[in-house]
T-cell receptor, first 113, second 113 residues
Framework: GNSVTQMEGPVTLSEEAFLTINCTYT??????LFWYVQYPGEGLQLLLK?????DKGSNKGFEATYRKETTSFHLEKGSVQVSDSAVYFC????????????FGSGTRLLVRP | DTAVSQTPKYLVTQMGNDKSIKCEQN?????MYWYKQDSKKFLKIMFS???????INETVPNRFSPKSPDKAHLNLHINSLELGDSAVYFC????????????FGNGTRLTVT
């Protein structure tokens, strides 16, 4: 079945460091890919998305490129801030369902001042 | 102003009890969801309703019964609570399924003792 695999956390960085959170997926066809972010005590919020191969999603300095050849959608940010501390979820939408998101297990990011 | 609101925020109860979690969205969305997040932050879909019609019903025990009285509400009733039901339950909504981002509530932390 379809699945999403993320790197285990926590990822601990100093402010202004470069961030990469790895995400790979297994799916039939060409799913849409998403990154959601969960701040402490809150629900998830969409961070960015890409709907086809080679698309790059970007928002708030975060970027991720849909790589069909490596089935990956790694999240990157050039310079993290303390306020970026949160749990990041990679997700895909199944081709045969317009209503089902499959989430990865989440990666906690801690940014120290 | 809250877009997706869930009540209660915390729910502590004993095994065997029956409890309900309520969810309301004021975004005018036609699709609502229930997700379960376990202690390892893994997020899994339970149910999805589109225009009050059940369209996703994952392998969830029959003790869980969703009810959608109208498009703006999706409640979750749980009978005969078990220890393994302890988790954070998130309600979410979207317009046209996954054609638009999911908007999540802040979650209900259920603890079964």
């Amino acid at each position: 079945g379809n699945s999403v695999t993320q790197m285990e956390g926590p990822v601990t960085l100093s402010e202004e460091a470069f961030l990469t959170i790895n995400c790979t997926y297994t799916a039939t066809g060409y799913p849409s890919l998403f990154w959601y972010v969960q701040y402490p005590g809150e629900g998830l919020q969409l961070l960015l998305k890409a709907t086809k191969a080679d698309d790059k999603g970007s928002n708030k300095g975060f970027e991720a490129t849909y790589r069909k050849e490596t089935t990956s959608f790694h999240l990157e940010k050039g310079s993290v801030q303390v306020s970026d501390s949160a749990v990041y979820f990679c997700a895909l939408s199944e081709m045969d369902s317009s209503y089902k998101l499959i989430f990865g297990s989440g990666t906690r990011l801690l940014v120290r001042p | 102003d809250t877009a997706v609101s869930q009540t209660p925020k915390y729910l502590v109860t004993q095994m065997g009890n029956d409890k309900s979690i309520k969810c309301e969205q004021n975004l005018g969305h036609d699709t609502m969801y229930w997700y379960k997040q376990d202690s390892k932050k893994f997020l899994k879909i339970m149910f999805s309703y589109n225009n009050k019609e059940l369209i996703i019903n994952e392998t969830v025990p029959n003790r869980f019964s969703p009810k959608s009285p109208d498009k703006a509400h999706l409640n979750l009733h749980i009978n005969s609570l078990e220890l393994g039901d302890s988790a954070v339950y998130f309600c979410a909504s979207s317009q046209g399924g996954l054609r638009s981002p999911l908007h999540f509530g802040n979650g209900t932390r259920l603890t079964v003792t």
